[in-house]
């Protein structure tokens, strides 16, 4: 590879997007902090929790690319203050499912109404079709960019057993 010399890192997409989460993660985490006393490992549980309802710790880390020894600790520290219930999986006894006690179906609907809130604020500077466009766009890269990792993975797998 040869050096560029009319690369712009401040030009360069995925350094915007480390930016952006970064600044979503510092002034969400600190909100949900201060209004909900949770970390935003807690706050990505409950979240899931609330969509996809029972769930797995493995499926909560899946969906929101956390490391699964962090959504555990959110998971145990949730289940200690009551406003999570774990239970054994009926059909697979080696799972363990999560769902909300009433206390913590409350929380979520307080919670969504914060994500709402804190959303509508943020988005503010979008017009209704550029916020459409924006999702548009970030649902595309998404696609692709989950689709380009599984055929890379699988193209490594693939050289390493070949």
Sequence with gaps: MRF?????????????????AG????????????????NIAEWR????VGAFSPVTTKTISD???TAKAEISRAVTRLVK????VRVVDPRDKRKVLL???EEGA???????DFAVEWEDQMLSVLS??????????LTRLRAHLTHAMKISETSIMDAALG
């Design 4 to 20: 560029r010399s009319d690369f712009r890192l401040t030009d360069y997409i995925p350094y915007q997007v480390s930016i952006l």
């Design 23 to 38: 600044l979503i993660r510092s002034g969400l985490g600190s909100e949900i902090d201060r209004r909900f006393g949770l």
């Design 45 to 48: 549980v409950m979240m899931t």
């Design 63 to 65: 969906h929101t690319t």
């Design 81 to 84: 203050d009551g406003v999570l």
């Design 99 to 101: 769902w909300f006690s």
């Design 106 to 112: 409350d929380l979520h609907r307080r919670l969504q």
């Design 128 to 137: 209704d079709t550029e916020h459409e466009q924006l999702m548009d766009l």
